[in-house]
């Protein structure tokens, strides 16, 4: 368990293993928690590093970056580790031991790496909490699920939350071409070249995930190596038998990434679930971030559907967290299931021309006074200024309502209207709710 112990050959390790990077100067992206004046930089040049946990999607570099950390501290402390789906509370507690002897025998302080920290249950969290709150140990952990939700309070209070960022196409661009180089670790040896269009396929279905290119990369040079062809070239081809995934036409920053989601955004507004799936399932299967798909789908839900099916957002939001929960491939059918009920519900953009309407005339009136009668008077002062007098309160009249004004009196004299709904789905039943409010409010008003 030992961060220097050598367990095995390089060679027969997966390359994504091999090329860990041995010193922290190595390491790709993360830049805001690396940079020159960072926080976790300063802790681990003055040898006061803190507890953490590192939180972040996989592949990102959550158990480099914590073996890299142990390397860089000064003096560097003794690296034990545990993996939260292996170990019990009996691993703990020898961990904790050695940690213990480490501190009396050696004068070393201990860094206790936890990988998956999420999958330990309270019991187990609640072990860690007094040899991190007394420094015995160090504690890094590692989870791709949300801290807040997964890490006991009592731990997370005795941390910090450093989070890590999906690595960018640039970033998984230079460690791709690294492994290509590395005659020692990785595949120099061979003198491969990575065609263009290989290239571009493999960063795009990695997904920014680098333990997932480099493996498929790996793979893709097998393939090269068994099938022969032109001499040291992994095409295409090669790839996308590793990754058995087609290249389709796209381009997550060119024009085809805003033709299809053009296309499945006017699919749903002209209510063909058909076309709706189809294109969903184009950026799909060409690796669109899944994610940028589903908040499109939540825009759509107010934007097009709005009020004539308030439970749109709900569907759209729920298949967003879906397929957070449940990620690829099976949380994609939850996101056809959002766009088949989005493309078959009553639409109204009511919403959407109201709420441009409002900034329009924001823009073009100001910072326009609250009316005395529904502003809150919580000091004497203020309601001897009048805040609040006048005001009424609705749910002392007949079906809590009473007809009173509530925009700027200078809004109420341009009788503005934002919202007016139409006679689609719930919209119909909000109309007539509004017409009945406004009517009666009309009458108020008129002298008699």
């Not at 970056?65 to 019990?88: D, E, K, N, W, Y």
């Not at 295409?236 to 955004?265: C, M, P, T, W």
């Not at 004497?380 to 509530?406: C, I, N, S, T």
Request: proline share 5%.
């Amino acid at each position: 368990m030992d961060l220097f112990d050598a367990v095995e050959e390089r060679g027969a390790r997966p390359l994504a293993d091999r090329m860990r990077p041995e010193v922290l100067a190595d390491f790709i992206g993360q830049d805001h928690l690396l940079g020159e004046d960072s926080l976790l930089l300063r802790a681990m040049q003055s040898g006061r590093l803190f507890s953490m946990i590192l939180w972040g999607p996989p592949g990102s570099g959550k158990t480099t970056l914590a073996r890299l950390i142990a390397r860089a501290t000064v003096p560097p402390p003794r690296f034990l580790s545990l993996s939260a789906v292996m170990s019990g509370v009996k691993e703990i507690k020898a961990i904790i031991d050695q940690a213990r002897d480490n501190r009396r025998f050696h004068q070393m302080n201990t860094l206790v790496f936890i990988d998956e920290i999420h999958r330990f249950n309270k019991a187990q969290q609640d072990a860690f909490l007094p040899h991190v709150e007394n420094g015995e140990i160090i504690l890094i952990g590692a989870t791709t699920e949300n801290p807040s939700f997964e890490v006991i309070a009592p731990l997370l209070s005795r941390t910090r939350v450093m989070v890590l960022h999906q690595l960018s196409e640039e970033k998984l661009g230079v460690i791709i071409r690294r492994a290509l180089e590395d005659e020692k670790r990785g595949l120099g040896h061979r003198k491969l070249q990575l065609s263009e269009d290989a290239l571009a396929h493999l960063i795009r279905s990695s997904d920014g995930d680098a333990r997932m290119a480099l493996n498929n990369l790996e793979a893709a040079a097998s393939l090269a190596g068994e099938e022969g062809g032109e001499a040291g070239l992994i095409s295409l081809l090669h790839v996308e038998g590793a990754i058995q995934r087609k290249a389709l036409q796209y381009d997550k920053a060119g024009e085809e990434h805003y033709n299809l989601i053009s296309a499945f955004h006017k699919s749903m507004r002209g209510s063909d679930p058909d076309a709706a799936l189809y294109w969903l399932g184009r950026m799909l299967e060409a690796g669109e971030e899944p994610l940028y798909i589903a908040r499109r789908m939540v825009r759509f839900a107010s934007e097009d559907v709005g009020n004539a099916d308030p439970q749109a957002l709900m569907v759209a939001i729920s298949a967003m967290e879906a397929f957070r929960f449940t990620g690829p491939p099976e949380g994609e059918l939850a996101l056809a299931q959002a766009a088949v009920y989005l493309a078959c519900a009553e639409k109204s953009n009511a919403l959407y021309r109201g709420y441009n309407m409002v900034r329009q005339t924001i823009r073009e009136t100001g910072s326009l006074p609250v009316p005395l009668h529904i502003r809150n008077a919580p000091t004497p002062l203020m309601g001897a200024m009048g805040y609040g007098r006048g005001y009424k309160y609705a749910h002392e009249y007949e079906e809590a309502f009473v007809a009173q004004d509530y925009l700027p009196q200078k809004l109420r004299e341009k009788g503005l209207k934002f919202y007016q709904p139409t006679n689609r789905g719930f919209e119909e039943t909000i109309a007539r709710r509004l017409n009945k409010w406004r009517s009666l409010g009309e009458v108020v008003k008129t002298p008699i």
